[in-house]
Structures are given as C-alpha cells and as structure tokens.
C-alpha cells in the first residue's frame, strides 16, 4: 500500500500479469501491516466495551447476582419490576429535568460567553482558561467543595445565608446536584462555540455589517447558522450525557432523600453493588442505553458525512 | 470599527465596558467556590462555621499535613500517576497508529472502523460496567491500578483516536512518500517522519485523556477498594464521612488536589483549548 488516498485494489478483481506479482506480494504486506496498526486499539475497545455490554444485553433476563457465572434465565421479570417500582419513575423522571437543564442554561451562557469572548483578542485566552477550571477539576473534588463550604448548613455559605440546605429537600435535591454539574461543564461549551464561532468566514460578518445588520442580527442570521452543525452536535452528546448523569448525584445526594434525586445511573449502581442484583442493574444498564443509542445514532448519522470525507 | 465620530466610539467603548462585565460575573461564578477552598483552608473548624467569608488569621499548615495523612496523599499521588500514566501510554501508542491508518485510509473497512468507533464513543459505562466487574474480579485484577488505566485507556480510545485521526489528516502526502521512496520501514517512518508533526496532537490527546484519568470517578471507586490502592481523590473522598466537622482539613484536602491540576493546566492550556475546541468543530 502506497502513501496515496486510494483503497488498495481489490485481490481478486482481475488476472494480474506476472510482473505485477511482487508488487502485489508488497501491497499484502502493507495492508497487513495497517491491519495490525488498527489492532491494537480496536481489540481494547471490543474487550473492555463490546464484550462486557453484550453479557449486560445477556445478563438482563436473567436472575445474576454479579458473584460467580451462575444465573437463571427469568424472562422479561427483570423489566417488568423495574417499570413497576416508582423510583424508576422518579429517575427517568429526574434524567429527563437534567436534559431540560442542560439543553437549556448552559448552552445560553456558554454561546453568550463565546460570542462576547469574538471581540476580545487580548484577554480571550485568559477568560477560557478561568472557564475551564472547573471541568479539568475531578468532579469528586468540585462535589466535595460545593457540599462542605456551599451546601453545608453549618459552616457553608447556605449556612452563613440561614438558608436550608437544597440537597436536603425532596423537590430540590436534582436541582442542587445538577447546578453542581453546570457550574463545571459550561466552560467547556463555551470553549467547544468559541472554536466554532472564529470558523465563520469574515466576508460573511463583514457584507451583513455593510447591510446594515446590528450585533443580535449578525449573530442570529450569520454566526448561529454557521455553528449549527457544532450546536447540533453538543445537542446529541448532551442528550447522551444526561441520561448517563452518575458522578454529581452520587457524590452529593446518593439519590436521596427518599429516592428523590435518583437517576437511572445511580438506581442501576445500587442494584449492582447494594443489592447486588445485577440482573437487574443490567436491565437499568440496557434501557439507559437505549436512550443513548437513540441519539448515537442520530449522532453517527448526523456525522457521516465527515466520516466519508 | 472605525471612528465615524465621536459618538460612535463613545458607544463601542461602552459595549466593550458592558462585555467584560458580562464576562467577568462568569469568571467570578467559576472561581468563587475555588476562591472559598483557598480562604478556609488556613482556618480551624470554628474559624469557618464562624464565617466562610472572614480571611484567615494565620497561615498554619496544621490542616495540611492533617488532610495529607488522613486522605492517604502519599499512596494516593502514587497510585493516581501510575493508573494516569498507564493510560496516557496506552492511548496514545493505540490511537496514533490506529489514527494513522484511518487517516490515510489504508485500509478497506475503513469507514466501518469510524461508525463502530462513533458508536463506541457513546456506549455508556453501565452498559458494561456490571459484567466487566464480574470479569475483572474472576482475573483477579481487582484494586489493580494497572487493569483500572488499561480499563479507562479502553474507555477513551475512540475519542482519542478521531482526535488523533485529524491530526494525521495534516500530515503532508508528499513527506510520507519521500520517506517510502527512500526505502523507510513503517517504523521509521512513523519515527522519524510522523511524530515529529504530530507531537502537538500527541500532547493535546495525552493531556485530555489523562486529565480524564486522573479525575475518573466511577471506574476506580468500582475496581479499587482496598484504601492501599486508591488514587488520591477516592482518598480525599474517604475524609468526607470523618472530616465533616473540621471544614479547614476538607478545604485544606481539596486544595492539595486542585493545585497540581490546575498548574498542568495552565501549564498545557493551549492543548487542551485547541483540543476541545478542533475535536468537536473537525469531529
């Protein structure tokens, strides 16, 4: 295989002439060789992903306790007592207020932020980099800090405000654990528009100044059309993401108080590692997944036309 | 903006004034919960329930050497570089020469090695999570900081090797058929003639898949218990239960874990923005 674009010609599409056997002989090596260079990679993520989730599918009508291989096929038991238990509700119900949050307060901040931040050539850098620190931080450090010197009634500033503590209210509790969650990925969006915004050619900007247009009409008829495939994009993952919410509510509300602040990601890991019914972790496992895999393959689809470029 | 007239300017300028409040009230609502770790870090327990406002009134560093010693730091930072490390290698060997291929397209199942690894960027954990416990437990590689980095190194392989796709994708045709011509091996070439162009790439995807590593939650607190073998947030995270009631070490503890962070960061902001920025617009 030589260093050019084309995909090396098929093996058998037709007779070769016997001088062109050594360079054949050569092209097979090279395109084993390629092979052997994807490998690596491709082996990791069938092994850690693909293997592991196909037993989740398997696991899921099955009675597995997650000790030992042994497990009793039970149907669909598994699916019809979750759809029956009210946390579940709850949770797909708190998923779907995490997705509406997102879709929503970060992406105005953060496309407001990014469209202020086209103007300031000298301090654009340093404003991103402020953005950012709260997603390079772990989020087990981010929900440390907020719940001992934010949420804490006594030393926090709650405390210090005289207000009750939001993690310990049944309505409240999502809403707490999910400002958490914004406060540490807006930056990043603003970060991800910022990119796409500076890609939006300058003849555009510059004939829409000409015509007359003001600041809202340039952004709104010039800049947002043009970032609409990014927009588009951290729609879909934000999609995916939220019905994958784990790390804030368990690190601040375990799903408490009283199962309120439950998502599907924490009722699944309470099933897993507290009741150790992973049958049943792996039912929560697969119909979280389903969500996913609805907007990954609205997201693959979205992006084909990248892929085949 | 060109100054027409004086009016003119007098109303840019007052835009201008009017963004870098905007923008300052978000840098302010970013760093304010960090500002508080650093002001009551010094302070004894009474010192913050008395006011998570109010300046220390000393600069003893009783606090840290307390968070140091009941958060396992020692063992943590170690175990925490080990499992990074073994990811970034892991990720960044794997995904350039996967990255390399797919970018050149030299292989016919291509585009059907993109869609899985589209698809796989989104698999969520849970998918897997439960029999991969049960796996990894059966090998007996459970608190085994190596297995968690081989683990999140699997995890991030498909980002990092779009990333490092397009990064290849910049590689000029000609340098890599020079190198062929002159009779260079695929080691040699990739040696001496790729990696040099696409360090920059390397150290983006190194950065962002370790900075990944070092703050995974999930996956270490699933596959590390024994407190031995855990990274240094799942030791910070330990101190919660008993450090309740002395703020000052929590602060002082999460302080000792945001510093390093921070300074790599900054240290590599110019990786990591282009980073966050090329792989979603360049997909």
């Not at chain 1, 052997?36 to 082996?43: K, W």
């Not at chain 2, 009016?7 to 304010?32: D, E, P, Q, W, Y």
């Not at chain 2, 327990?45 to 406002?53: D, H, I, Q, R, Y």
């Not at chain 2, 199942?109 to 796996?135: D, E, K, N, R, S």
Request: glycine share 8%.
């Amino acid at each position: 295989m030589t260093a050019t674009a084309t995909p090396a010609p098929h093996p058998t599409g037709r007779t070769p002439a016997p001088d062109h056997r050594a360079r054949r002989a050569y092209q097979r090596r090279r395109s084993l060789v390629n092979h052997l260079l994807v490998a690596p990679a491709l082996l990791l993520s069938v092994l850690v992903v693909v293997v592991p989730g196909v037993l989740t599918a398997m696991a899921a009508f099955t009675d597995w306790t997650g000790i030992g291989f042994h497990a009793d096929y039970v149907g669909l038991r598994n699916f019809t007592d979750i759809l029956a238990d009210p946390v579940f509700t709850t949770a797909l119900g708190n998923n779907i207020k995490w997705l509406a949050l997102f879709l929503s307060l970060p992406a105005v901040i953060s496309l407001l932020t990014a469209w202020l931040l086209l103007r300031r050539r000298r301090t654009r850098t340093f404003y991103q980099v402020v953005y950012l620190m709260p997603y390079v931080l772990a989020p087990v450090v981010n929900a440390m800090v907020w719940l001992n010197i934010i949420y804490n009634p006594n030393g926090g500033v709650i405390g210090a405000l005289h207000i009750d503590s939001p993690l310990s209210s049944l309505h409240g509790a999502i809403y707490a654990a999910a400002a958490v969650d914004m406060w540490h990925f807006w930056g990043f969006l603003t970060v991800v528009y910022f990119g796409a915004l500076r890609q939006t050619p300058v003849e555009q900007v510059e004939a829409a100044i000409v015509d007359g247009a003001g600041s809202w009409q340039v952004f709104r008829h010039v800049y947002l059309p043009s970032i609409r495939p990014t927009l588009l994009l951290m729609g879909v993952m934000t999609v995916i993401f939220s019905f994958l919410a784990f790390d804030y509510v368990y690190l601040l509300t375990q799903g408490g108080p009283a199962h309120s602040s439950e998502v599907m990601g924490t009722y699944a890991y309470a099933f897993a590692f507290s009741a150790f019914e992973f049958g049943k972790a792996s039912a929560v496992g697969l119909i979280m997944s389903f969500f996913g895999l609805i907007a990954s393959c609205v997201y693959t689809w979205m992006s084909r036309r990248q892929l085949s470029s | 903006m060109r100054n027409h007239s004086r009016n003119h300017s007098v109303k840019t300028r007052c835009k201008g004034v009017m963004a870098h409040t905007v923008l300052l009230v978000f840098a302010a609502t970013a760093l304010f919960p960090l500002f508080l770790v650093l002001l009551n870090s010094f302070k004894s327990n009474a010192g913050v329930t008395g006011s998570p406002f109010s300046l220390p009134k000393s600069l003893s560093l009783s606090n840290f050497t307390t968070a140091w010693q009941y958060g396992a730091f020692g063992t943590g930072f170690l175990n925490s570089v080990l499992l990074t490390g073994t990811t970034v290698v892991v990720v960044l060997v794997c995904s350039s020469l996967a990255g390399y291929v797919l970018a050149g397209q030299k292989i016919r199942m291509w585009p059907a090695v993109m869609v899985y690894l589209t698809m796989a960027m989104t698999v969520p954990i849970q998918l897997f999570i439960f029999p991969l416990y049960a796996g990894v437990a059966a090998l007996g590689l459970l608190d085994n900081v190596f297995a968690v980095g081989v683990i999140l190194a699997a995890i991030n392989m498909p980002f990092a090797t779009f990333l490092m796709r397009t990064f290849f994708l910049n590689v000029p045709k000609e340098l890599e058929e020079a190198a062929l011509v002159d009779g260079a091996n695929v080691i040699q070439l990739i040696h001496r003639v790729l990696l040099p162009v696409v360090r920059p790439g390397l150290i983006t995807v190194g950065v962002i898949v370790g900075l990944s590593a070092w703050n995974d939650f999930l996956i270490s607190s699933t596959f590390l218990h024994d407190p031995s073998d855990q990274t240094v947030t799942l030791g910070f995270l330990s101190m919660n239960g008993t450090f309740s009631t002395q703020l000052g070490v929590m602060m002082a503890g999460a302080l000792v874990l945001i510093l390093p962070v921070l300074g790599v960061f900054i240290a590599l902001q110019r990786y990591v923005v282009d980073g966050m920025a090329g792989g979603a617009v360049k997909g």
